[in-house]
């Protein structure tokens, strides 16, 4: 780093165009640290952070939460042209999303002149039901074509009793815990293109993390456990063309995290 220009965190703030808070958050929290820092301890930044930063500041924009972004940062190239592909899937989901609540807008519009009753009462509440659709769980329509949803909805319907499913479809966090599967598959496939031993820390701790997601999803529900068992045997059972992509884990991703929760449980006898 001889030579390199270095600059103090103020400094480099006001060349990338960010808050000093903002890099003291991101340093913090590992998504991105100053290549080194004076004898006393304040933070110095070079060229190199720059470029990361700017890379981070692009994936932010693309809509990666924080713990997304320290995962994709850490990836091969192939995992993370996968992220990104779904990613921009999302954000097409959601152009398409506004584009036919500013459809339904424009036709409520079209009847205010006209002053037509019934005409006016069935434009509006079709805007209703449009903009609404966006308080389901968006990432599942974000992240899964709809060939993908179709399986995924007759893989439910065949593993889930109806009582069992009319307690998912009113868990109101269902995209909370979409976020947090899709942080989880990304650190998966982080530690197994890493080659991570299964019981290090960072596995233990995604073991965990599956735990906690099975268990906000079954809410200690037995049917709901049986239908969780049920419906991953038969996505497994498909064959690998029709396994949505958001879901489908190669053989070293289950052995992998199974491996992992075998050491997590044993652990806590």
Known sequence: MSGEQ??????????????????????????????TRTASGHRLYGEEDLSKLQ?????????????????LRQMEPEAFGTALQAQKQMLQERRAHLDAVLHAIERAEQLVPSGNGP?????????????????????????????????????????????????????PFADETGRMYREFRAELARLCAAGADPGSPEA???????????????????EIVAGMKKAWAALNALPAEQQPA?????????????????ILYRGRG
Not at 10 to 33: I, W
């Open 204 to 222: 233990q701790r995604l073991a965990q993390q599956l735990k906690e997601l099975n268990a906000r999803r079954a809410q200690g529900d037995p």
């Open 119 to 171: 005409a006016m009462e069935n434009a509006i509440t079709n805007l209703i039901e449009v903009m609404q659709m966006e308080l389901k769980p968006s990432w599942v329509a974000a992240y899964l074509t709809p060939d993908e949803q179709q399986t995924m909805r007759t893989l439910a319907a065949e593993s889930y009793t109806p009582e069992a499913l009319k307690t998912l479809a009113k868990q």
């Open 246 to 262: 958001l879901y489908a884990m190669s053989a070293e991703e289950q052995a992998f995290i199974r491996e992992a929760s075998v």
């Open 6 to 35: 270095l600059y103090r965190t103020s400094e480099f703030a006001k060349k990338a165009g960010v808050s000093v808070r903002t890099l003291q958050f991101y340093d913090k929290s590992g998504v991105l640290s100053p290549s």
């Open 55 to 71: 890379h981070i500041l692009a994936l932010k924009f693309l809509g990666f939460s924080l713990a997304e972004l320290k995962s």
